[in-house]
């Protein structure tokens, strides 16, 4: 199980919205008037092309047979079966996502991209903008976690104390920007800070275990899960507090508002009826539960 300790500060909560009873039974499947508000070659062509990156379990992975597995997998199975559309994974490196999305050679991102106003307004740290901006519809709430080696040999236990060292890391997620931020406050205090990009955190955990980094950050299901005795949980650990909590968002472009509304009632109708909590509960990852769905509520 992922140490419930992890995630204190997220202030998530696993309650789930009920529907009133009226002493009535409904005939109406809502999932058939919401198929009906789907754009109209997205409903003619009965395919959701989904992107993901099937490499920072317990999120999104390549099971043992090859086959995607993971949350995002889960949660993106159930929102095409209950929209009546075949679900098409397609792999590939995290910081291509977005643009794909932004391109229209996805339909969706669902792979742990987490909602930040910057990815909604295409700016860069200057608030200058750099591309189109993206839509979300946030489903779980997560946060940023310091990994180390077993046993924390440099008792590093914030960033600050990350300067005069080697991080590495996922290119293209929330936690490069993080260690981006970081190497301008290690300079004003005189030091450096390295930090090494890569393209699967894989990776980024394997310079960490051999030495040559001295952390990785990575959000919080993840750190749980490679730091569970299940999943080799002896070769590193967390130290420190949360950082930055922010939303998971299922990544829409910006034209396709009638989609992004439509998966965000989806969302609901799946909290509703429990499927999103055996979705969770099957991750271990009910600390980041959501009450409801929220369009755009990253910061």
């Known amino acids: 199980m992922f140490n419930r300790t992890l995630l204190p500060a997220l202030g998530a909560t696993s309650l789930f919205l009920t529907g009133c009873g009226s002493g009535t039974t409904s005939t109406v499947d809502p999932g058939a008037a919401l198929r009906a508000k789907l754009p109209a070659p997205l409903r003619a062509g009965g395919v959701l092309k989904v992107g993901t990156n099937l490499n920072y379990a317990p999120v999104d992975f390549k099971a043992a047979d090859g086959t995607p597995a993971g949350l995002d997998i889960d949660l993106a199975q159930a929102l095409g079966d209950y929209l009546g559309l075949r679900v098409q994974f397609v792999d590939q490196p995290f910081d291509q996502l977005i643009p794909n999305v932004q391109q229209h050679r996805l339909d969706l991102a669902l792979s742990a991209v987490i909602d930040t106003e910057q990815r909604q307004n295409g700016t860069d740290d200057s608030g200058r903008r750099v591309d189109p901006g993206v839509d979300f519809v946030d489903y779980f709430l997560t946060g940023t976690a310091i990994l180390v080696k077993a046993g924390n040999p440099l008792s590093i236990t914030n960033l600050d104390q990350l300067c005069d060292h080697t991080v590495a890391m996922q290119r293209g997620t929330i936690q490069a920007e993080i260690a981006a ?19 699967t955190d894989d990776q980024a955990l394997g310079e960490v275990a051999s030495g040559k980094a001295v952390a990785d950050l990575n959000d919080y299901p993840v750190a749980a899960w490679n730091t569970s005795p299940d999943h080799g949980g002896n070769r590193f650990q967390v130290t420190g507090a949360m950082l930055q909590t922010s939303p998971y968002g299922i990544t829409v472009n910006k034209s396709d508002g009638a989609l992004r509304d439509v998966l965000a009632k989806a969302l609901d109708q799946l909290i509703r009826n429990g499927g999103y909590d055996r979705i969770l509960t099957k991750w271990n990852a009910r600390d980041g539960a959501v009450p409801a769905s929220e369009i755009n509520g990253g910061f």
């Open 181 to 199: 931020r970081q190497t301008d406050v290690c300079r004003k205090s005189g030091k450096t800070l390295t930090v090494d990009l890569f393209d």
